[in-house]
C-alpha cells in the first residue's frame, strides 16, 4: 500500500530527540526550531512527560467517558489555576480543528443563530466547519462551503463595527487566532481583540479564542489574547497541549451553559492523554516556561529585528516570523541542510519560529549565528 502524499517532506529520518534537538538515523544532531508544527511545549522527551505516560501505560491506557475519570478533573483543576480560567469548564477531544468544531457547534446552540465571522488568512483546521472558516478556498471542498462565513480583514475595527451593524443579530461566533500561525504571524492588534469583545456582548455573540497554535504559553502568557486584557468566551487548544500525545480541547465560559448530550467524543480525555497533558502543565509552572518563552522570544525578536537583510520581524515569545527577502529564498533550506536547524515556514516567503517553550539563549543563539553567516554569504554571492 502507497502513503497518502499529506505534506511535502524533507528527507529526514528522526530517530532520537530530547529537549530542542533531534538526531537523524545517521546520529546527525539538528536543532528543531518548528516542534513538528508547534507542537512540542516542554521539549522532546522530557523526563517527567516520558515518566508520567510510562507509568500510566502500565496502569490502564484507555477508558472511554463512560467512566468517571480522576486525571480529568486533575487535569481540569491544573489547567483551569495556570490558563487563569478557574470558573470555565472543559471539554476534551483530540484535535485542533476538533476543538474549533465544537466551539463553533457551541456557539451556535448557545444563541441559536448561525453566522460565524471569521478572518482574511486565517487557519481554523480542516473538518468541516473549520475548514469553512479558513480562509483557504483551495482545502474547502465543495460539500464545505457555506454562506454562512463572512471573512473580514484581520486587524480592522471598523469593517467589523460595520459588519455586526448591518447583521449583528444574526451572528453566532467571531473565531479569531490570537496570532494566526499558518497565515504568517500575524499578530491581532489589541484594539482589534477588545472590540471583538465588546461587540459580541453587546450583540450576544460568542467570542471563539482560537488558541491551537498561540495558545498553551507560547507566547508568553497562557493564551495570546491576554495581552489585550479580554476574556473570551471559548479559548480552543490542541498542540502544546499534550507536547505530541493528541488531545485537543476547549474551556467555555461560565454564562455559557452547554447542555448535557450536546458534546461528545469516544477518544477525547482517555487516560494516556491526561496522564500527557498533566505532565505538560506540571512541566511548564516546574520550570517556569510561559516566563522563559517570553524572556527567550524577546530576545530572539531583538536580536533578529538587529539583523538587516530580515524584514518585518514580528511575533510573541516563542511564536515568531520574519520575511526573507528574494536574494536570500534559500535561507531556510541552508538552514535546514547546512546548519541543521529546523524552522518553518508560511507562504509565500515568511520562517516561522515554533520551538519549544524550554528553548535555552544559547539555542536561540545558536540559529543568530547561522541566520547572520547565511546573510553574509548571500550578500557575497
Ligand atoms: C490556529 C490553528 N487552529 C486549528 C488548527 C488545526 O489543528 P489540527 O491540525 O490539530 O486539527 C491549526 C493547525 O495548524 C492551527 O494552527
Same mark, same amino acid.
Given at each position: 500500500?502507497?502513503?497518502?502524499?499529506?505534506?511535502?517532506?524533507?528527507?529526514?529520518?528522526?530517530?532520537?530527540?530530547?529537549?530542542?534537538?533531534?538526531?537523524?538515523?545517521?546520529?546527525?544532531?539538528?536543532?528543531?526550531?518548528?516542534?513538528?508544527?508547534?507542537?512540542?511545549?516542554?521539549?522532546?522527551?522530557?523526563?517527567?512527560?516520558?515518566?508520567?505516560?510510562?507509568?500510566?501505560?502500565?496502569?490502564?491506557?484507555?477508558?472511554?467517558?463512560?467512566?468517571?475519570?480522576?486525571?480529568?478533573?486533575?487535569?481540569?483543576?491544573?489547567?483551569?489555576?495556570?490558563?487563569?480560567?478557574?470558573?470555565?469548564?472543559?471539554?476534551?477531544?483530540?484535535?485542533?480543528?476538533?476543538?474549533?468544531?465544537?466551539?463553533?457547534?457551541?456557539?451556535?446552540?448557545?444563541?441559536?443563530?448561525?453566522?460565524?465571522?471569521?478572518?482574511?488568512?486565517?487557519?481554523? *483546521?480542516?473538518?468541516? @466547519? !473549520?475548514? +469553512? $472558516?479558513?480562509?483557504?478556498?483551495?482545502? %474547502?471542498?465543495?460539500?464545505?462551503?457555506?454562506?454562512?462565513?463572512?471573512?473580514?480583514?484581520?486587524?480592522?475595527?471598523?469593517?467589523?463595527?460595520?459588519?455586526?451593524?448591518?447583521?449583528?443579530?444574526?451572528?453566532?461566533?467571531?473565531?479569531?487566532?490570537?496570532?494566526?500561525?499558518?497565515?504568517?504571524?500575524?499578530?491581532?492588534?489589541?484594539?482589534?481583540?477588545?472590540?471583538?469583545?465588546?461587540?459580541?456582548?453587546?450583540?450576544?455573540?460568542?467570542?471563539?479564542?482560537?488558541?491551537?497554535?498561540?495558545?498553551?504559553?507560547?507566547?508568553?502568557?497562557?493564551?495570546?489574547?491576554?495581552?489585550?486584557?479580554?476574556?473570551?468566551?471559548?479559548?480552543?487548544?490542541?498542540?502544546?497541549?499534550?507536547?505530541?500525545?493528541?488531545?485537543?480541547?476547549?474551556?467555555?465560559?461560565?454564562?455559557?451553559?452547554?447542555?448535557?448530550?450536546?458534546?461528545?467524543?469516544?477518544? *477525547?480525555?482517555?487516560? @494516556? !492523554?491526561? +496522564? $500527557?497533558?498533566?505532565?505538560?502543565?506540571? %512541566?511548564?509552572?516546574?520550570?517556569?516556561?510561559?516566563?522563559?518563552?517570553?524572556?527567550?522570544?524577546?530576545?530572539?525578536?531583538?536580536?533578529?529585528?538587529?539583523?538587516?537583510?530580515?524584514?518585518?520581524?514580528?511575533?510573541?515569545?516563542?511564536?515568531?516570523?520574519?520575511?526573507?527577502?528574494?536574494?536570500?529564498?534559500?535561507?531556510?533550506?541552508?538552514?535546514?541542510?547546512?546548519?541543521?536547524?529546523?524552522?518553518?515556514?508560511?507562504?509565500?516567503?515568511?520562517?516561522?519560529?515554533?520551538?519549544?517553550?524550554?528553548?535555552?539563549?544559547?539555542?536561540?543563539?545558536?540559529?543568530?549565528?547561522?541566520?547572520?553567516?547565511?546573510?553574509?554569504?548571500?550578500?557575497?554571492?
Amino acid at each position: 500500500m502507497k502513503l497518502f502524499d499529506v505534506y511535502p517532506i524533507n528527507n529526514i529520518i528522526i530517530e532520537k530527540a530530547k529537549g530542542s534537538y533531534v538526531w537523524d538515523d545517521k546520529g546527525e544532531q539538528y536543532l528543531d526550531l518548528y516542534g513538528g508544527h508547534a507542537v512540542i511545549s516542554i521539549g522532546h522527551t522530557h523526563p517527567h512527560y516520558v515518566e508520567r505516560l510510562t507509568s500510566q501505560l502500565n496502569k490502564v491506557g484507555f477508558y472511554s467517558n463512560s467512566v468517571k475519570m480522576p486525571l480529568q478533573e486533575e487535569l481540569a483543576e491544573k489547567l483551569g489555576k495556570l490558563s487563569g480560567k478557574p470558573d470555565y469548564q472543559l471539554f476534551l477531544i483530540s484535535s485542533g480543528a476538533e476543538a474549533n468544531e465544537n466551539a463553533l457547534k457551541l456557539a451556535s446552540f448557545h444563541n441559536g443563530r448561525k453566522k460565524i465571522v471569521a478572518f482574511k488568512k486565517s487557519f481554523h *483546521g480542516r473538518t468541516s @466547519l !473549520a475548514v +469553512a $472558516a479558513t480562509d483557504n478556498p483551495s482545502i %474547502v471542498a465543495p460539500v464545505n462551503q457555506t454562506p454562512n462565513v463572512i471573512f473580514l480583514p484581520f486587524n480592522d475595527v471598523a469593517a467589523l463595527e460595520a459588519c455586526f451593524a448591518a447583521q449583528g443579530n444574526e451572528i453566532s461566533s467571531v473565531i479569531i487566532e490570537g496570532i494566526q500561525g499558518v497565515g504568517g504571524i500575524n499578530v491581532a492588534s489589541e484594539l482589534f481583540l477588545q472590540a471583538i469583545r465588546r461587540l459580541c456582548r453587546e450583540y450576544n455573540a460568542v467570542f471563539i479564542a482560537d488558541s491551537v497554535q498561540c495558545g498553551y504559553g507560547r507566547s508568553g502568557k497562557f493564551f495570546s489574547q491576554d495581552y489585550a486584557g479580554v476574556d473570551a468566551d471559548i479559548y480552543t487548544m490542541a498542540k502544546g497541549m499534550g507536547n505530541g500525545f493528541p488531545i485537543g480541547g476547549i474551556i467555555i465560559a461560565p454564562h455559557l451553559q452547554p447542555k448535557h448530550g450536546m458534546l461528545g467524543t469516544t477518544f *477525547g480525555g482517555n487516560h @494516556l !492523554a491526561c +496522564a $500527557a497533558a498533566l505532565a505538560v502543565v506540571e %512541566v511548564m509552572e516546574k520550570e517556569n516556561l510561559i516566563q522563559n518563552a517570553a524572556e527567550v522570544g524577546q530576545y530572539l525578536i531583538d536580536e533578529l529585528t538587529k539583523i538587516p537583510q530580515l524584514q518585518n520581524v514580528r511575533g510573541r515569545g516563542l511564536m515568531i516570523g520574519f520575511d526573507v527577502p528574494e536574494a536570500f529564498k534559500d535561507l531556510r533550506k541552508n538552514l535546514l541542510w547546512k546548519h541543521k536547524i529546523f524552522t518553518g515556514e508560511a507562504k509565500p516567503n515568511v520562517i516561522r519560529l515554533l520551538p519549544s517553550l524550554a528553548l535555552r539563549k544559547k539555542d536561540a543563539d545558536q540559529l543568530l549565528e547561522a541566520i547572520r553567516e547565511e546573510v553574509q554569504v548571500g550578500a557575497e554571492a
